[in-house]
Nanobody, 122 residues
Framework: QVQLVESGGGLVQAGGSLRLSCAAS????????MGWFRQAPGKEREFVAA????????YYADSVKGRFTISRDNAKNTVSLQMNSLKPEDTAVYYC???????????????WGKGTLVTVSS
C-alpha cells in the first residue's frame, strides 16, 4: 500500500505563489503517473495536473495551464506542483494522486493523499 503525504498548502493572496509537495511512502512503480486533483467547497473533485514516470508530456487542466507546473523526482519519490498567479477560484483542497495511466477523473486514481488546503484571498 502506497501512502502519499502532501505538504505546502496555506493562505496566499491573489497573484501569489505556492509550491505543493507530495512524498510517497515507498518507491512507486516505474510506470505510474503521479498527479494532483483538487476539490473546492461544494464542488466535485477535479483533475489539475499529471506527469508520467519519465517526466515528459505533463498534462494540465485548462484552468491552470500556463500558471501551474508539475514536476517529479523519482530518486526521492516526490512530485511537486508549483502554482503561480493564484486566483481565488484556485481555493481548494489539493490531493496528490498515483495512477496506472493518466487519470482525468477520480475513478481512475489508484492512490490518494489526504489532501492539503490552499486558500487564495482576493
Amino acid at each position: 500500500q502506497v501512502q502519499l503525504v502532501e505538504s505546502g498548502g496555506g493562505l496566499v493572496q491573489a497573484g501569489g505563489s505556492l509550491r505543493l509537495s507530495c512524498a510517497a511512502s515507498e518507491r512507486t512503480s516505474s510506470s505510474w503517473t503521479m498527479g494532483w486533483f483538487r476539490q473546492a467547497p461544494g464542488k466535485e473533485r477535479e483533475f489539475v495536473a499529471a506527469i508520467s514516470w519519465s517526466g515528459g508530456s505533463p498534462y494540465y487542466a485548462d484552468s491552470v495551464k500556463g500558471r501551474f507546473t508539475i514536476s517529479r523526482d523519482n530518486a526521492k519519490n516526490t512530485v511537486s506542483l508549483q502554482m503561480n498567479s493564484l486566483k481565488p477560484e484556485d481555493t481548494a483542497v489539493y490531493y496528490c494522486t498515483g495512477s496506472r495511466v493518466v487519470a482525468w477523473g477520480p475513478d481512475g486514481v489508484n492512490y490518494w493523499g489526504k489532501g492539503t488546503l490552499v486558500t487564495v484571498s482576493s
